[in-house]
T-cell receptor, first 116, second 112 residues
Framework: EAGVAQSPRYKIIEKRQSVAFWCNPISGHATLYWYQQILGQGPKLLIQFQNNGVVDDSQLPKDRFSAERLKGVDSTLKIQPAKLEDSAVYLC??????????????FGPGTRLTVL | QKEVEQDPGPLSVPEGAIVSLNCTYSNSAFQYFMWYRQYSRKGPELLMYTYSSGNKEDGRFTAQVDKSSKYISLFIRDSQPSDSATYLCAMSARTGGFKTIFGAGTRLFVKA
């Protein structure tokens, strides 16, 4: 079974530029998560999708971050404009159970973003 | 106060040692407790999953949950250099929509 795929693996941009990350979850997984992991910290949930609907985006900085999962499969996370404090690893995860149930999350390798 | 507290380490032990990793938490509603292992430049992978209080053993790994003290532990027996990684505790609650809250992670080095 293929795991969660993410691209790019690394990205370096200047502040105020925009950037987009892509995630392909495990086939058949209805729930998709985007996490931000700042160096030395644990992952922090940014947004959770159930199929193509948003379940939780309470910690997503909506003035600069956006995410979509149009067909309930792949997802993109965008930052526009980027700030220095956005430097982090952006992790995508998926799980097979629906929202509202505890379930194992499978993580991708992450995208390491550096904002200069 | 953070919901989940975890000593970031680093923790350095010789090969074969018993390792004890711990987390404390403040939200008494947490009922699902997890330990993830994260190798450098990789995503976290689930090691142990425990519901409510008690112990769970899987090979060299034992997870303990003490809800009365709001304290969870992960023990690694006969530690190996391949166990060198960051260990993240995580927990969730039905009342929180099962949103997973992670600790900061403890970096473990096992020396050959």
């Amino acid at each position: 079974e293929a795991g969660v795929a993410q691209s790019p693996r690394y990205k370096i941009i200047e502040k105020r530029q925009s950037v987009a990350f892509w995630c392909n979850p495990i086939s058949g997984h209805a729930t998709l998560y985007w996490y931000q992991q700042i160096l030395g910290q644990g992952p922090k949930l940014l947004i959770q999708f159930q199929n193509n609907g948003v379940v939780d985006d309470s910690q997503l900085p909506k003035d600069r971050f956006s995410a979509e999962r149009l067909k309930g499969v792949d997802s993109t996370l965008k930052i526009q404009p980027a700030k220095l404090e956005d430097s982090a690893v952006y992790l995508c995860a998926s799980s097979g159970q629906g929202a509202g149930r505890a379930d194992t999350q499978y993580f991708g390798p992450g995208t390491r973003l550096t904002v200069l | 106060q953070k919901e989940v507290e975890q000593d970031p380490g680093p923790l350095s032990v010789p090969e074969g040692a018993i390792v004890s990793l711990n987390c404390t938490y403040s939200n008494s509603a947490f009922q699902y407790f997890m330990w993830y292992r994260q190798y450098s430049r990789k995503g976290p992978e689930l090691l142990m999953y425990t519901y409510s209080s008690g112990n769970k053993e899987d090979g060299r790994f034992t997870a303990q949950v003490d809800k009365s003290s709001k304290y969870i532990s992960l023990f690694i027996r006969d530690s190996q250099p391949s166990d060198s990684a960051t260990y993240l505790c995580a927990m969730s609650a039905r009342t929180g929509g099962f949103k997973t809250i992670f600790g900061a992670g403890t970096r473990l080095f096992v020396k050959a």
